[in-house]
T-cell receptor, first 114, second 111 residues
Framework: EAGVTQFPSHSVIEKGQTVTLRCDPI?????LYWYRRVMGKEIKFLLHFVKESKQDESGMPNNRFLAERTGGTYSTLKVQPAELEDSGVYFCASSRITGGTEAFFGQGTRLTVV | GENVEQHPSTLSVQEGDSAVIKCTYS??????FPWYKQELGKRPQLIID???NVGEKKDQRIAVTLNKTAKHFSLHITETQPEDSAVYFC??????????WGAGTKLIIKP
C-alpha cells in the first residue's frame, strides 16, 4: 500500500507570508495527525482528525494555524501569517484505529521562515 | 498535562556494545508504548511497541521492557551496529488518545 505522503518536502518563505502544507494519509486510515519538530526538540502534537472531524486540536500553537480535512481524505495545514518560530519539520501521520496502534509517518515538510 | 520524559538526550556507545534508553510517563492510564527510529533526513518509523498487558517484548537485537508500577519503559539494543545510529523517540498513549512523545535520544555508534 502507498505510504503517507506530504507536499512540499521543503518550503522557504518570508515572514508574513502564507504557506499551506498537504498530507495524504494511507487509504482507509480514518485517523490523521499533524506533528511538528523544531530543531533539536521533541516531536510535538498539533492536532488529530478522525475522518473530517477535529478530535483534538489542543496542540495548535495559535490562530495563525488552520488545519482542514475536507471529505475525510487529505488534510492541509495553513500557516498565515508565518513567523520565524514556525520553522521546523511538520510531520503528518495516519492510523487505522484511534490510539493503541501504529501511526505511519510521512516524510515531513521542512518549513523555513526567513 | 501528561508528559513523557526520555533519557539520555545523547548516547554514544562502542560498536558491539549495548544501548539502553529509558522513558517515564505520567498518565497511569497509558496502555500503548511504541518506539520510533528516525534516521537523518528520514521519517520516524516504528521499530517496536509494547502494550500494558506484557512486561517485555523482544525482536532480534531490540527489546522493550515495561514497568507499569513505576511507570517507565526502556529500549534495549544489543550488539549495536553503525546502522543503529539515529534519533529514537518513545511515546505513550491510552486508548482513544493521541501519542505523547519523549524528547528523543540521539544514539551514536562509535566504530
Amino acid at each position: 500500500e502507498a505510504g503517507v505522503t506530504q507536499f512540499p518536502s521543503h518550503s522557504v518563505i518570508e515572514k508574513g507570508q502564507t504557506v499551506t502544507l498537504r498530507c495524504d494519509p494511507i487509504s482507509g486510515h480514518d485517523n490523521l495527525y499533524w506533528y511538528r519538530r523544531v530543531m533539536g526538540k521533541e516531536i510535538k502534537f498539533l492536532l488529530h482528525f478522525v475522518k473530517e472531524s477535529k478530535q483534538d486540536e489542543s496542540g495548535m500553537p495559535n490562530n495563525r494555524f488552520l488545519a482542514e480535512r475536507t471529505g475525510g481524505t487529505y488534510s492541509t495545514l495553513k500557516v498565515q501569517p508565518a513567523e520565524l518560530e514556525d520553522s521546523g519539520v511538520y510531520f503528518c501521520a495516519s492510523s487505522r484505529i484511534t490510539g493503541g496502534t501504529e501511526a505511519f509517518f510521512g516524510q515531513g515538510t521542512r518549513l523555513t521562515v526567513v | 498535562g501528561e508528559n513523557v520524559e526520555q533519557h539520555p538526550s545523547t548516547l554514544s556507545v562502542q560498536e558491539g556494545d549495548s544501548a539502553v534508553i529509558k522513558c517515564t510517563y505520567s498518565d497511569s492510564a497509558s496502555n500503548y508504548f511504541p518506539w520510533y527510529k528516525q534516521e537523518l533526513g528520514k521519517r520516524p518509523q516504528l521499530i517496536i511497541d509494547i502494550r500494558s498487558n506484557v512486561g517485555e517484548k523482544k525482536d532480534q537485537r531490540i527489546a522493550v521492557t515495561l514497568n507499569k508500577t513505576a511507570k517507565h519503559f526502556s529500549l534495549h539494543i544489543t550488539e549495536t551496529q553503525p546502522e543503529d545510529s539515529a534519533v529514537y523517540f518513545c511515546a505513550a498513549s491510552r486508548s482513544n488518545y493521541q501519542l505523547i512523545w519523549g524528547a528523543g535520544t540521539k544514539l551514536i555508534i562509535k566504530p
